[in-house]
């Protein structure tokens, strides 16, 4: 057989119904403003961290929405809460208080009665 250099990439689908949504219920919770976030990406463009390192905390956002939460510590050790994601929105959502509740929710995951999530087990005792 010949071979053209072709391979059959996995689906890009995202399999949303079967992610644990507890974090990102807690998180709606918490800060209910989130809802009405736009995805504009102002937060991302004057992020003094993704000027250093590698962060976007849209991208962040998206991925708790989808109850995706892997490598998430490892994503919001990165922000240093500097506050000017906040001062950029159109929407006032307050950006911090998104940061700091996920970094408790991952602090104290037991005491709260939200599970481990995948890739979060590892870190979470660390700092």
């Known amino acids: ?14 399999a949303y119904d079967a992610n644990d949504h507890t974090w990102e219920n807690a998180l709606q919770e918490a800060v209910p403003v989130l809802r009405s976030c736009i995805g504009c990406g102002n937060c991302t463009a004057t992020c003094t ?19 995706e939460y892997a490598g998430l510590r490892k994503e919001l050790d990165k922000c240093m809460l500097c506050g ?28 709260a009665g939200i599970p481990v ?4 087990a590892s870190t979470a005792g660390q700092r």
């Open 117 to 120: 999530a995948p890739g979060a």
């Open 1 to 14: 057989m010949v071979d053209w250099g072709y391979t059959i990439n996995k689906p890009r689908a995202i």
């Open 49 to 67: 961290a993704g000027n250093f390192v590698p962060f976007n905390i849209r991208k962040l956002q998206t991925l708790v929405r989808r109850g």
């Open 84 to 111: 000017k994601c906040r001062l950029v929105c159109p929407r006032g959502i307050n950006t911090r208080k998104m940061i700091v509740t996920l970094k408790r929710l991952l602090a104290q995951p037991v005491a």
